[in-house]
């Protein structure tokens, strides 16, 4: 059985099955990448908890790809991609071996990112063939930080890791077709957005943002995190975190920054940034 976060890899023929883990997240990034080399065909499998997104690195294959439903036998060069949302399976044969990178994406982290944005009804785009050398510079710094072992630190994979992510908003989403019953509206977040911004300092309770999205606080809670990717509290923990670093980059003190975005003191706020990002507040700057 397959475990989360693993992709299938089978060889042709008789060849018994290969199965690679994707590497683990760094941080709460939600983003990990894998170098892989195939000969002639492989299928994958993409877990429910990760999307995938393949980008190949030989100069030029003859491929024979299949996302879900769709087929296409095409010639295809450097900075092709491939991508394959949570659930669905893949497989590709090529004319000879072939080097591919895959970086896995958490669902909850894209959907977190398209709520900051305002793009809640944003659905990830099966993709069979097509270029994108903007997102294939941004997975080869993710690769080289990979195996390098992060040396860099936190800070430079959390920053590719965010361009990666804000890539795939910005490219390859769609806004969904199926009916928004059962999901969090635009209407609801905005008004829940702007609520935790203008009461930052403040005790911020469920109740308060289920009421502004006209539900119980018991629905509110599963419809938010099925929506959003996360649940109220770490929404509301994000939009202080964010508001405390824009403060914290403009030369404010940790202490009145903590006081200001609703942390109890600022070794609570230092303890937040080390926990999301991986860094000290003094890596801010």
């Given at each position: 059985?397959?475990?989360?976060?693993?992709?299938?890899?089978?060889?042709?023929?008789?060849?018994?099955?290969?199965?690679?883990?994707?590497?683990?997240?760094?941080?709460?990034s939600g983003v990990s990448v894998t170098c892989l080399r195939f000969q002639r065909f492989a299928q994958f499998r993409a877990a429910p908890t990760q999307h995938l997104v393949f980008m190949q690195l030989s100069r030029?294959?003859?491929?024979?790809?299949?996302?879900?439903?769709?087929?296409?036998?095409?010639?295809?060069?450097?900075?092709?991609?491939?991508?394959?949302?949570?659930?669905?399976?893949?497989?590709?044969?090529?004319?000879?071996?072939?080097?591919?990178?895959?970086?896995?994406?958490?669902?909850?982290?894209?959907?977190?990112?398209?709520?900051?944005?305002?793009?809640?009804?944003?659905?990830?785009?099966?993709?069979?063939?097509?270029?994108?050398?903007?997102?294939?510079?941004?997975?080869?710094?993710?690769?080289?930080?990979?195996?390098?072992?992060?040396?860099?630190?936190?800070?430079?994979?959390?920053?590719?890791?965010?361009?990666?992510?804000?890539?795939?908003?910005?490219?390859?989403?769609?806004?969904?077709?199926?009916?928004?019953?059962?999901?969090?509206?635009?209407?609801?977040?905005?008004?829940?957005?702007?609520?935790?911004?203008?009461?930052?300092?403040?005790?911020?309770?469920?109740?308060?943002?289920?009421?502004?999205?006209?539900?119980?606080?018991?629905?509110?809670?599963?419809?938010?995190?099925?929506?959003?990717?996360?649940?109220?509290?770490?929404?509301?923990?994000?939009?202080?975190?964010?508001?405390?670093?824009?403060?914290?980059?403009?030369?404010?003190?940790?202490?009145?920054?903590?006081?200001?975005?609703?942390?109890?003191?600022?070794?609570?706020?230092?303890?937040?940034?080390?926990?999301?990002?991986?860094?000290?507040?003094?890596?801010?700057?």
């Amino acid at each position: 059985m397959t475990k989360p976060g693993e992709a299938i890899w089978m060889q042709r023929d008789d060849d018994p099955s290969a199965v690679y883990a994707a590497r683990t997240a760094q941080g709460e990034s939600g983003v990990s990448v894998t170098c892989l080399r195939f000969q002639r065909f492989a299928q994958f499998r993409a877990a429910p908890t990760q999307h995938l997104v393949f980008m190949q690195l030989s100069r030029r294959l003859r491929l024979d790809c299949r996302v879900a439903g769709g087929r296409l036998r095409h010639e295809q060069v450097t900075a092709g991609i491939a991508i394959v949302p949570a659930g669905v399976d893949a497989s590709v044969g090529s004319n000879t071996t072939a080097d591919v990178m895959v970086v896995a994406v958490k669902p909850g982290r894209l959907a977190l990112a398209a709520a900051d944005d305002l793009a809640v009804e944003a659905q990830l785009r099966e993709r069979i063939s097509g270029n994108d050398r903007t997102l294939l510079e941004i997975a080869r710094r993710l690769a080289a930080e990979t195996a390098t072992g992060g040396v860099s630190g936190l800070r430079l994979w959390n920053d590719a890791a965010n361009d990666f992510i804000n890539r795939l908003l910005e490219a390859h989403t769609r806004v969904g077709d199926a009916s928004p019953r059962g999901r969090l509206g635009l209407d609801a977040l905005r008004r829940i957005k702007d609520y935790v911004h203008a009461n930052l300092a403040e005790p911020i309770e469920v109740n308060d943002l289920a009421s502004l999205a006209g539900r119980s606080p018991f629905h509110f809670t599963r419809i938010f995190a099925r929506s959003i990717g996360v649940t109220p509290y770490r929404y509301v923990v994000h939009l202080r975190l964010q508001a405390a670093i824009d403060r914290i980059k403009s030369g404010m003190s940790l202490a009145q920054v903590a006081a200001d975005t609703g942390f109890s003191d600022q070794s609570h706020l230092s303890r937040w940034i080390r926990r999301v990002h991986g860094i000290a507040p003094s890596e801010l700057a």
